[in-house]
């Protein structure tokens, strides 16, 4: 695995282009973009400082992991995923080994979105003897999915992803809270009444929390590593109108 240069900017992995373009070059013809990429290119325009010389960043990113693999994750998924046959939906896939480790291990039915053309192209060809396995171009904040369809929804360092951005972490812009609360709504509305959504990040609970909590769930957390600590939030949807009246 090569690891690659950070850019100066962190706001950089909230913006498509970021991905899109370093979803190109590796050894094998895909690069290994772990931190997921989600949303829609029109809101985030490219600064100044990014250049439009696109070919000098392939220079510089070779490829780049994002943390936790699959193997750090297993007995955490596998005590809140009750079933292999689960519908599970994968926020912000990138090229992370996450899902194919995962379908290798008997889930096989999961669907993977991400905002950047390339990277589902990429995914899609590589997995191409993953039978049952989707690939699929979107936004997270815009699912195009039916209402209560997946039973397991994971998100691993998307969130982290749009909120790498430069400012008060104690008092988020209004843009970030509304872009964060879109991906949250979301979920709340595609995952059927007893699923789950899983969130792997390294951001504190007191930074998290806030953009998680709705009427339907509580949030749950857990913390993985010993020197530095991940977390891994989990709640569970409940039928709030079931829940109201009594």
């Known amino acids: 695995m090569v690891y690659a240069e950070v850019p100066d ?23 290994r973009l772990d931190t997921p990429v989600a949303l829609s290119e029109t809101n985030y325009q490219n600064p100044p400082h990014m250049g439009t010389n696109r070919e000098e960043r392939y220079s510089k ?39 194919e480790d995962m379908y290798d291990d008997g889930y096989h039915n999961i669907v ?6 390339t990277v589902i192209e990429n995914m899609t060809e590589k997995c191409k003897d993953r039978v049952g396995m989707e690939w699929i171009e979107m936004d997270i904040r815009d699912l195009k999915f ?10 691993k360092g ?29 979920v709340v509305r595609v995952l059927k009444v007893g699923g ?18 709705r009427p339907c769930w ?18 569970i949807k409940e039928d709030t109108a079931t829940t109201s009246s009594l």
């Open 218 to 235: 509580t949030v749950n957390t857990s913390t993985l590593g010993v020197a530095f600590h991940y977390f891994f939030y989990h709640m």
């Open 146 to 155: 039916e209402d209560q369809s997946f039973d397991i929804v994971i998100d």
């Open 158 to 186: 998307t969130m982290d992803a749009l909120m790498c951005d430069r400012g008060d972490v104690w008092n988020p812009d209004e843009e970030l809270v509304k872009t964060v609360a879109e991906e949250v709504d979301e």
């Open 9 to 31: 900017d962190p706001t950089a992995y909230k913006r498509q282009e970021y991905w899109q373009v370093n979803g190109n070059k590796t050894e094998d013809g895909i690069v």
């Open 61 to 99: 990113e070779e490829s780049f992991d994002w943390f936790k693999t699959y193997e750090d994750l297993k007995p955490l998924l596998s005590q809140h995923i009750n079933s292999k046959d689960a519908r599970i939906l994968m926020l912000g896939c990138g090229n992370s080994t996450l899902s």
């Open 196 to 213: 789950k959504f899983l969130y792997i990040t390294f951001g504190q609970p007191h930074f998290r929390k806030r953009h998680l909590e």
């Open 112 to 117: 993977n979105i991400d905002f950047s053309k």
